[in-house]
């Protein structure tokens, strides 16, 4: 059992940047792809980004350029950084765990990011 745990999320002005963090339980990034997905107030969630094991990165077009997804394998830690912030961006920001060839799928709780115009 993988579990996910997010934090960073906040209030931030439009033009702020956020650090989204997610604590995972064990070193899993070998053998899980990582991502960020989000679901803003009344909308279905959406996908963000993801990292492979190889540290590959993929980003939706609605971000490219301006989220940054990296981890950290020493500390089993996903990171998004997220510049130039929009108000569309509100929503909450959750971490995905993918199980390469096992299709085990996790999710973590979420965090709420706001951004006021």
């Known amino acids: 059992q993988v579990q996910l745990v997010e934090s960073g999320g906040g209030l931030v002005q439009s033009g702020g940047s956020l650090t989204l963090s997610c604590a995972a339980s064990?070193?899993?990034?070998?053998?899980?792809?990582m991502g960020w997905y989000r679901q803003a107030p009344g909308k279905q969630r959406e996908w963000v980004a993801d990292?492979?094991?190889?540290?590959?990165?993929n980003y939706a077009d609605s971000v490219k350029g301006r989220f940054t997804i990296s981890r950290d394998s020493a500390d089993s830690t996903l990171y998004l950084q997220i510049n130039s912030l929009k108000p569309e961006d509100t929503a909450v920001y959750y971490c995905?765990?993918?199980?390469?060839?096992?299709?085990?799928?996790?999710w973590g709780k979420g965090t709420l990011v706001t951004v006021s115009s």
């Open positions: 995905n765990a993918f199980q390469v060839g096992g299709g085990m799928n996790y």
């Open positions: 064990g070193s899993i990034f070998s053998r899980y792809i």
């Open positions: 990292i492979t094991s190889g540290r590959s990165t």
